[in-house]
């Protein structure tokens, strides 16, 4: 378990002063899934600029016992990394799940099918809003770039589990640590997301890419290809209420109509 000090307020945002656009748009990244140390699976996302934003996409595949999850999602977000237009295709242990969403006034109007049913759900809209399902770095990214504009403030969740709902995110900065990319030696900075009472370590380099998450999920942890922490984390000691998936139990993030 890994010891935590938090900064102080005086420097609690000190590595934020990067622009939202210079780590969001043009950039692409592979990522190693792992749960205990144990490779499960893979993932990656891809920014793209365009003149009226950026288009996001995320790939995800995790496969092991009592768990089959694929993941395939595409985002419209404007110029800040505002979330326009989402598109999600997943399959977690044979089940097919879509959603389309977007803001509609003041509301976020999600459309989700599974199981051969669908569902409507209309949300409060917020301003720094992250769709985000688990496992998806690309949207553990837009978390980052948003955080960086925002000065860590006004953060919000947009879970696609169930009928969908929406939790503010709490981010926490803690002191630098160190690692490799691509074996040179990188700063490597440390936030800890708070969202719906999980906590998700997040690492991230001095362009505010992201090189690791430790999920709230039993022992998983997203690594960036290429990239190591010195000295290398622990799998995760995960906490006595959290079970690890099992086709009897909850998969992850996975939307279904009530």
């Known amino acids: 378990m890994r010891f935590r000090t938090l900064i102080p307020s005086a420097g609690l945002f000190a590595f934020v002063l990067l622009s939202a656009s210079a780590s969001a748009v043009a950039q692409s990244a592979s990522f190693a899934v792992s749960q205990n140390g144990k490779p499960v699976g893979t993932a990656s996302f891809t920014f793209t ?108 969740a947009i879970l696609p589990k169930q009928a969908g709902s929406t939790s503010p995110i709490q981010l926490a900065t803690y002191p630098d640590e160190q690692g490799t990319l691509d074996a040179k030696p990188i700063t490597v900075h440390h936030l800890i997301a708070t969202i719906a009472g999980t906590s998700t370590d997040l690492f991230s380099g001095s362009e505010n890419q992201l090189l690791q998450a430790e999920l709230p999920q039993q022992g998983f942890v997203l690594v960036r290809k290429g990239f190591v922490l010195t000295p290398p984390t622990k799998p995760l000691a995960p906490p006595a209420s959290m079970i690890a998936p099992t086709p009897a139990n909850n998969p992850p993030s996975t939307p279904s109509p009530q």
């Open 49 to 156: 600029s365009k003149p009226t934003g950026v288009d996001s996409t995320s790939l995800l595949r995790v496969d092991m016992q009592g768990l089959n999850y694929s993941l395939s999602k595409t985002e419209e977000l404007s110029p800040a990394s505002g979330l326009l237009h989402v598109q999600l295709s997943a399959i977690v242990n044979n089940s097919a799940v879509n959603i389309v969403a977007k803001p509609d006034g003041a509301q976020f109007l999600m459309n989700i099918s599974a199981n051969g049913r669908a569902n409507t759900t209309r949300l409060d809209a917020h301003k720094s809003a992250v769709f985000l399902p688990d496992f998806d770095p690309g949207a553990l990214q837009t978390l980052l770039t948003i955080a960086a504009a925002t000065n860590n403030r006004d953060l919000w």
